[in-house]
T-cell receptor, first 116, second 109 residues
Framework: GAGVSQTPSNKVTEKGKYVELRCDPI?????LYWYRQSLGQGPEFLIY????????DSGLPNDRFFAVRPEGSVSTLKIQRTERGDSAVYLC??????????????FGPGTRLTVL | DAKTTQPPSMDCAEGRAANLPCNHS???????VYWYRQIHSQGPQYIIH???NNETNEMASLIITEDRKSSTLILPHATLRDTAVYYC??????????FGPGTRLSVLP
């Protein structure tokens, strides 16, 4: 079946601009996660949704970052007033059994964000 | 979550078994050991996970020591397509996945 998809695959923007990154999880997965990956490092947790609500947003670096999942499926990560340090690959993952020990997360291909 | 330590890099000859070690000496009784890998420019790919018993699937085998302080991921017949960064993660109920730097496996022809 279809996996997690993310759009766009690449996004180039200028410092100070607003960007939106989209994630389509695997159908039927109630849990959705956003991660950020800088060059040469492992993915870093940003936020976790259970259904429509953000159950854990402890990884968001500051209030310029915000994410929504209004209908419990597609999610959008929003970054305001982008900075060069926001340049990274933004990964989305979904899972069927949220936050359980045996939970397996399935990742999308990521969106590479470049802030000039 | 258990802190895991992995060698930064390893080489393996094509067709041979790749054995990737992971130390997780502080793992708690309820923490599963997960392995993911990330091929260049792709998202992480789930490989396998286990709690106490050894596990095997179509991709790999996971050997967990009896004291659960370490584990080994085994790719039985490595191919060039297995070149990737491999992440070992210890994760408990309700916790996030915490990725370390992983092991960069290079499969050599």
């Amino acid at each position: 079946g279809a996996g997690v998809s993310q759009t766009p695959s690449n996004k180039v923007t200028e410092k100070g601009k607003y960007v939106e990154l989209r994630c389509d999880p695997i159908s039927g997965h109630t849990a959705l996660y956003w991660y950020r990956q800088s060059l040469g490092q492992g993915p870093e947790f940003l936020i976790y949704f259970q259904g429509t609500g953000a159950a854990d947003d402890s990884g968001l670096p500051n209030d310029r970052f915000f994410a929504v999942r209004p209908e419990g499926s597609v999610s959008t990560l929003k970054i305001q007033r982008t900075e060069r340090g926001d340049s990274a690959v933004y990964l989305c993952a979904s899972s069927h059994r949220p936050r359980e020990s045996a939970d397996t997360q399935y990742f999308g291909p990521g969106t590479r964000l470049t802030v000039l | 979550d258990a802190k895991t330590t992995q060698p930064p890099s390893m080489d393996c000859a094509e067709g041979r078994a790749a054995n990737l070690p992971c130390n997780h000496s502080t793992i708690s009784g309820n923490e599963y050991v997960y392995w993911y890998r990330q091929i260049h420019s792709q998202g992480p790919q789930y490989i396998i996970h286990g709690l106490k018993n050894n596990e095997t699937n179509e991709m790999a085998s996971l050997i967990i020591t009896e004291d659960r302080k370490s584990s080994t991921l085994i790719l039985p017949h490595a191919t060039l397509r297995d070149t990737a960064v491999y992440y070992c993660i210890g994760r408990n109920y309700g916790q996030n996945f915490v990725f370390g730097p992983g092991t960069r496996l290079s499969v050599l022809p």
